[in-house]
């Protein structure tokens, strides 16, 4: 037996007994430290996490779709956030966390945030928009699709005024908005080539998720937009049921369509962004000085988010490639190509920007925020 082979039976056993035994976040901790084949290490992180969830005043249960470890091509940093909760809340809170899927992805979790079930959860702000309206401002092409327009409105104070208020009323509370990168145009292997112009996306079969807006843009770019389930999307793919998809890079490498696509265009119509967010009520009845330390957690996490994007990006780029994706970047004519076939600019829009902003003059105030280069800077596709 090698040694490999018994670094790996340790961890697998500690893990089973780990989670076995219902400690989930201690696994996840050890996991991701590279302690699970220590068994004095695993020991001593299981002692650990008990003495802080002992000496906490509150638990807060956060919940993710993603394993520990996406964070590699897909910044989510999860563990970073239960970290630093901790750490600036001088242990007073204690984060509880139920990554993978554990308690259900996107609206599902969205929903128990809401209702109080859990405390925290991880969604795209697509997902979350069914509950906070507001925030599916971000889905209007070429508002905010590049990474540095879109980290100049989230942070805003217009979108702190103008969105954070009518999200308030819902029930929750944003800690975070996290960058991964723009949707793209992915095609899948055997279908059309390279699609570089709204023309290229003539009768193409896109797959869409629910989102009435995203289907509205792919219409107007000429393509034949196709509901379907996430969790059906890598066999429509497969089957050619769709012809082409549109997640961010990371995305599609975290979710295993590496070997099924053939091209990958960088069109930075919307972005793929998630959210970090908080059931209002819990987070009101916390002492003030708790408040401060996740909101101040929630800023460091920000920051470190905003610092990964681009390793991330090309951890999952090179994996891509390895399996013969093509990607291609756009030029400044032919990105003005896309934003005139479909770009929020045109009259087709106005309906969301008043329903969602409650006015064009609100929307206006937005726009200048997108504008405008705010106090962080982040690499863009």
């Known amino acids: 037996m090698t040694s490999k082979d018994t670094v790996e039976s340790a961890e697998r056993r500690n893990f089973l007994k780990l989670t076995g035994a219902g400690a989930f976040t201690v696994a996840m901790v050890a996991g991701a430290s590279g302690m699970l084949w220590s068994e004095e290490a695993v020991a001593q992180t299981a002692k650990e996490e008990k003495e802080r969830q002992a000496a906490a005043d509150h638990v807060m249960t956060l919940a993710t779709a993603y394993v520990i470890g996406a964070s590699r091509s897909y910044p989510i940093?999860?563990?970073?956030?239960?970290?630093?909760?901790?750490?600036?809340?001088?242990?007073?809170?204690?984060?509880?966390?139920?990554?993978?899927?554990?308690?259900?992805?996107?609206?599902?979790?969205?929903?128990?945030?809401?209702?109080?079930?859990?405390?925290?959860?991880?969604?795209?702000?697509?997902?979350?928009?069914?509950?906070?309206?507001?925030?599916?401002?971000?889905?209007?092409?070429?508002?905010?699709?590049?990474?540095?327009?879109?980290?100049?409105?989230?942070?805003?104070?217009?979108?702190?005024?103008?969105?954070?208020?009518?999200?308030?009323?819902?029930?929750?509370?944003?800690?975070?908005?996290?960058?991964?990168?723009?949707?793209?145009?992915?095609?899948?292997?055997?279908?059309?080539?390279?699609?570089?112009?709204?023309?290229?996306?003539?009768?193409?079969?896109?797959?869409?998720?629910?989102?009435?807006?995203?289907?509205?843009?792919?219409?107007?770019?000429?393509?034949?937009?196709?509901?379907?389930?996430?969790?059906?999307?890598?066999?429509?793919?497969?089957?050619?049921?769709?012809?082409?998809?549109?997640?961010?890079?990371?995305?599609?490498?975290?979710?295993?369509?590496?070997?099924?696509?053939?091209?990958?265009?960088?069109t930075q119509a919307v972005p793929d962004s998630q959210v970090y967010s908080c059931n209002l009520e819990w987070f009101n009845s916390l002492p003030a000085d708790v408040q401060e330390g996740i909101e101040f957690a929630s800023e460091m996490t920000s920051h470190q988010n905003l610092a990964k994007v681009p390793s991330a990006r090309a951890y999952a780029m090179a994996e891509l490639a390895k399996s013969g994706v093509e990607f291609h970047s756009l030029s400044d004519d032919q990105l003005a190509e896309w934003q005139a076939a479909g770009g929020y600019q045109l009259p087709d829009w106005d309906s969301f920007k008043t329903e969602l902003a409650g006015s064009m003059d609100n929307f206006a105030k937005l726009e200048e925020a997108a504008d405008t280069r705010g106090r962080f800077y982040v690499h863009d596709a």
């Open 77 to 266: 940093l999860q563990l970073d956030l239960k970290e630093n909760i901790q750490n600036a809340t001088n242990g007073k809170v204690y984060v509880k966390l139920a990554p993978g899927g554990q308690l259900g992805a996107g609206g599902a979790l969205v929903q128990k945030v809401q209702g109080g079930t859990i405390q925290a959860a991880q969604h795209s702000i697509s997902n979350f928009a069914p509950f906070a309206p507001a925030t599916d401002l971000i889905n209007l092409p070429y508002f905010c699709g590049a990474n540095q327009r879109f980290v100049n409105l989230v942070t805003s104070d217009a979108w702190k005024n103008e969105v954070h208020p009518k999200v308030e009323a819902k029930g929750f509370k944003p800690l975070f908005y996290v960058v991964i990168d723009p949707r793209v145009v992915a095609v899948r292997k055997g279908g059309e080539g390279a699609v570089l112009s709204p023309g290229d996306l003539s009768g193409v079969k896109f797959r869409v998720p629910g989102s009435k807006m995203l289907q509205q843009y792919y219409r107007m770019v000429g393509a034949n937009p196709t509901p379907v389930a996430w969790g059906e999307t890598p066999s429509a793919i497969k089957q050619g049921v769709a012809d082409a998809l549109d997640p961010a890079v990371g995305a599609l490498y975290v979710f295993g369509f590496k070997d099924i696509l053939s091209h990958v265009t960088f």
